[in-house]
C-alpha cells in the first residue's frame, strides 16, 4: 500500500533540492503529526486520523458545483474559483487584481516557514499547496458587492492557500466558501492584511461532506485604524477545527470576530482563536457560540494576549454552547495573558442545555414542543447571523436552518 511519505516523495521528485517545498516537507517531517499529548491538540480525535488514507494531487479534478455555491456566487462582484487548491481562472475587476503566485513568504513579511514553524498542518500546505492565490485591493478602491471565493474539494486533498491584502483607505467584502471533500483531508491556510484605514469583512462558511477532514487557520494583521470584520460559520465535516488569529499592529486597529458552529452525529468543532494586541488603542471583541447534537463535540480555547505597551487595550470575549443531547459535549476554555495594566479585558463561558422556562412558555402559547425548540435554537443562533453581510445574510441563514431542521433534540 502506498503511504503519505511515498506520494509526497512522487510529488516532489521533479523539485529542486532547495525547492521551498522540499524544505517545508523536511520542516513537516522533523516537527510530526500532532498527539493528544500536545496541549492544543488534546481534544482532537486523533485516534481516528491517519494520512496514509489520503494522496496529495497535482492536478484538480473539476466537477460542476452545487446549486447553494451557483447562488452564492450569483452574489458577488468578483466570483474567484479555486479546485482542490487550485485557482481555475483570473477573474477581473475594477481596483481588484487576482493572481496565482508562487511566494514563500507571509504577509507580515517574513518567511512561511518560519511564521508556521512547528505547526504541521500548516507545514502541509507549505508543501503540497500550488501556489498562493492573492486578492488585492487598490487604495480607496470600495467594492460594493462582495468577492466570492467558492474553494470546491473534488480530490483526496486540498490544501488552498488565500491572500487577500485591502490597501489603504480601501473597503471590501470577502465570503469564502467551501464544500465537497468526501473522505478528504482539507487544510486551507488564510492570511489578510488591511492597511491604514481601511475595512475588510470576511465570511467563511465551511459545508464540507460529512467525512471530510477540515483543518483551518487564518491571521489577520491590522495596521493603523484597521477594522477587520469576521464570521467563521462551520456545519461540515468529520472534525472541523478552525484557528483564527489577528493581530492589531497599530494604534486604533480593530477586530470583531464571530464563529458559529452546529454539530450532529459524531462531529467534532474545534476552534480556536488568538486576539494579539501589540499596539496601544487597538480594540477586539469575539463571541463564540455554537450548538451540538447527538454524540458530537465542541471545544472553543480563547487567548486574548496584550502585549506591553499595549495601553487603552479594550479586549473581549465570549463563548455559549447549547447541548441538544446528553450525549453531547461542550469545552470551552477562555484565557488572557496581560502584560500592561491599562487595559480593559473581559471573557465569559456557558455550556447548558435549552433554558426550560423559555421552552415552557412557548408552549403555554401553543407551540408545539419541537417547534419550540427550533424556535429557540434558531433564537440562538440569530445574534451571529443578523452580523452578516446583507448580500448573503438570508441565503446561508436559511442554509443553516435546513441543517438545524433535521437535529434532534434531547432534552
Same mark, same amino acid.
Given at each position: 500500500?502506498?503511504?503519505?511519505?511515498?506520494?509526497?516523495?512522487?510529488?516532489?521528485?521533479?523539485?529542486?533540492?532547495?525547492?521551498?517545498?522540499? &524544505?517545508?516537507?523536511?520542516?513537516?517531517?522533523?516537527?510530526?503529526?500532532?498527539?493528544?499529548?500536545?496541549?492544543?491538540?488534546?481534544?482532537?480525535?486523533?485516534?481516528?486520523?491517519?494520512?496514509?488514507?489520503?494522496?496529495?494531487?497535482?492536478?484538480?479534478?473539476?466537477?460542476?458545483?452545487?446549486?447553494?455555491?451557483?447562488?452564492?456566487?450569483?452574489?458577488?462582484?468578483?466570483?474567484?474559483?479555486?479546485?482542490?487548491?487550485?485557482?481555475?481562472?483570473?477573474?477581473?475587476?475594477?481596483?481588484?487584481?487576482?493572481?496565482?503566485?508562487?511566494?514563500? &513568504?507571509?504577509?507580515?513579511?517574513?518567511?512561511?516557514?518560519?511564521?508556521?514553524?512547528?505547526?504541521?498542518?500548516?507545514?502541509?500546505?507549505?508543501?503540497?499547496?500550488?501556489?498562493?492565490?492573492?486578492?488585492?485591493?487598490?487604495?480607496?478602491?470600495?467594492?460594493?458587492?462582495?468577492?466570492?471565493?467558492?474553494?470546491?474539494?473534488?480530490?483526496?486533498?486540498?490544501?488552498?492557500?488565500?491572500?487577500?491584502?485591502?490597501?489603504?483607505?480601501?473597503?471590501?467584502?470577502?465570503?469564502?466558501?467551501?464544500?465537497?471533500?468526501?473522505?478528504?483531508?482539507?487544510?486551507?491556510?488564510?492570511?489578510?492584511?488591511?492597511?491604514?484605514?481601511?475595512?475588510?469583512?470576511?465570511?467563511?462558511?465551511?459545508?464540507?461532506?460529512?467525512?471530510?477532514?477540515?483543518?483551518?487557520?487564518?491571521?489577520?494583521?491590522?495596521?493603523?485604524?484597521?477594522?477587520?470584520?469576521?464570521?467563521?460559520?462551520?456545519?461540515?465535516?468529520?472534525?472541523?477545527?478552525?484557528?483564527?488569529?489577528?493581530?492589531?499592529?497599530?494604534?486604533?486597529?480593530?477586530?470583531?470576530?464571530?464563529?458559529?458552529?452546529?454539530?450532529?452525529?459524531?462531529?467534532?468543532?474545534?476552534?480556536?482563536?488568538?486576539?494579539?494586541?501589540?499596539?496601544?488603542?487597538?480594540?477586539?471583541?469575539?463571541?463564540?457560540?455554537?450548538?451540538?447534537?447527538?454524540?458530537?463535540?465542541?471545544?472553543?480555547?480563547?487567548?486574548?494576549?496584550?502585549?506591553?505597551?499595549?495601553?487603552?487595550?479594550?479586549?473581549?470575549?465570549?463563548?455559549?454552547?447549547?447541548?441538544?443531547?446528553?450525549?453531547?459535549?461542550?469545552?470551552?476554555?477562555?484565557?488572557?495573558?496581560?502584560?500592561?495594566?491599562?487595559?480593559?479585558?473581559?471573557?465569559?463561558?456557558?455550556?447548558?442545555?435549552?433554558?426550560?422556562?423559555?421552552?415552557?412558555?412557548?408552549?403555554?402559547?401553543?407551540?408545539? &414542543?419541537?417547534?419550540?425548540?427550533?424556535?429557540?435554537?434558531?433564537?440562538?443562533?440569530?445574534?451571529?447571523?443578523?452580523?452578516?453581510?446583507?448580500?448573503?445574510?438570508?441565503?446561508?441563514?436559511?442554509?443553516?436552518?435546513?441543517?438545524?431542521?433535521?437535529?434532534?433534540?434531547?432534552?
Amino acid at each position: 500500500m502506498t503511504t503519505f511519505t511515498d506520494a509526497a516523495t512522487d510529488y516532489l521528485a521533479p523539485l529542486g533540492t532547495d525547492d521551498v517545498r522540499r &524544505r517545508a516537507w523536511a520542516a513537516f517531517e522533523q516537527v510530526g503529526l500532532p498527539t493528544t499529548s500536545d496541549e492544543v491538540w488534546r481534544y482532537a480525535p486523533l485516534a481516528d486520523f491517519s494520512l496514509d488514507r489520503f494522496t496529495p494531487v497535482s492536478v484538480p479534478r473539476l466537477v460542476a458545483t452545487s446549486e447553494f455555491a451557483q447562488r452564492l456566487a450569483a452574489r458577488g462582484a468578483l466570483v474567484v474559483r479555486v479546485v482542490d487548491g487550485f485557482l481555475e481562472d483570473g477573474p477581473e475587476l475594477e481596483g481588484v487584481r487576482v493572481e496565482s503566485l508562487d511566494d514563500e &513568504r507571509s504577509l507580515d513579511g517574513q518567511s512561511r516557514l518560519t511564521r508556521y514553524a512547528g505547526d504541521a498542518f500548516a507545514l502541509l500546505n507549505a508543501t503540497f499547496a500550488p501556489s498562493t492565490i492573492v486578492v488585492r485591493v487598490a487604495p480607496g478602491v470600495h467594492v460594493e458587492r462582495p468577492i466570492v471565493v467558492l474553494n470546491v474539494t473534488n480530490s483526496s486533498t486540498s490544501f488552498p492557500r488565500l491572500h487577500v491584502e485591502v490597501g489603504r483607505g480601501a473597503n471590501a467584502t470577502v465570503v469564502e466558501y467551501l464544500e465537497g471533500g468526501e473522505d478528504a483531508l482539507v487544510v486551507p491556510l488564510t492570511e489578510y492584511h488591511v492597511g491604514e484605514n481601511a475595512s475588510l469583512q470576511v465570511v467563511t462558511y465551511q459545508r464540507l461532506a460529512p467525512s471530510a477532514w477540515h483543518v483551518g487557520r487564518s491571521t489577520g494583521f491590522l495596521e493603523r485604524d484597521a477594522r477587520l470584520r469576521q464570521a467563521v460559520v462551520g456545519v461540515g465535516a468529520h472534525y472541523d477545527r478552525s484557528r483564527n488569529d489577528a493581530e492589531m499592529r497599530a494604534s486604533g486597529a480593530s477586530n470583531e470576530l464571530r464563529t458559529t458552529y452546529l454539530g450532529a452525529g459524531e462531529q467534532v468543532h474545534d476552534f480556536r482563536t488568538h486576539q494579539f494586541h501589540v499596539a496601544p488603542r487597538t480594540q477586539s471583541t469575539l463571541l463564540a457560540k455554537g450548538a451540538v447534537a447527538d454524540r458530537s463535540r465542541s471545544i472553543y480555547t480563547g487567548l486574548i494576549e496584550i502585549e506591553k505597551g499595549a495601553k487603552r487595550t479594550d479586549a473581549r470575549q465570549t463563548n455559549r454552547n447549547l447541548l441538544l443531547s446528553p450525549s453531547a459535549h461542550a469545552d470551552s476554555v477562555p484565557n488572557l495573558e496581560i502584560r500592561e495594566n491599562d487595559v480593559v479585558c473581559a471573557h465569559a463561558s456557558s455550556v447548558g442545555p435549552l433554558d426550560e422556562m423559555q421552552r415552557w412558555y412557548l408552549e403555554s402559547r401553543g407551540v408545539e &414542543r419541537a417547534d419550540a425548540e427550533r424556535l429557540m435554537i434558531q433564537g440562538f443562533f440569530n445574534e451571529m447571523m443578523v452580523a452578516l453581510p446583507d448580500d448573503v445574510a438570508l441565503l446561508i441563514e436559511s442554509d443553516v436552518n435546513a441543517a438545524l431542521s433535521v437535529v434532534e433534540v434531547h432534552a
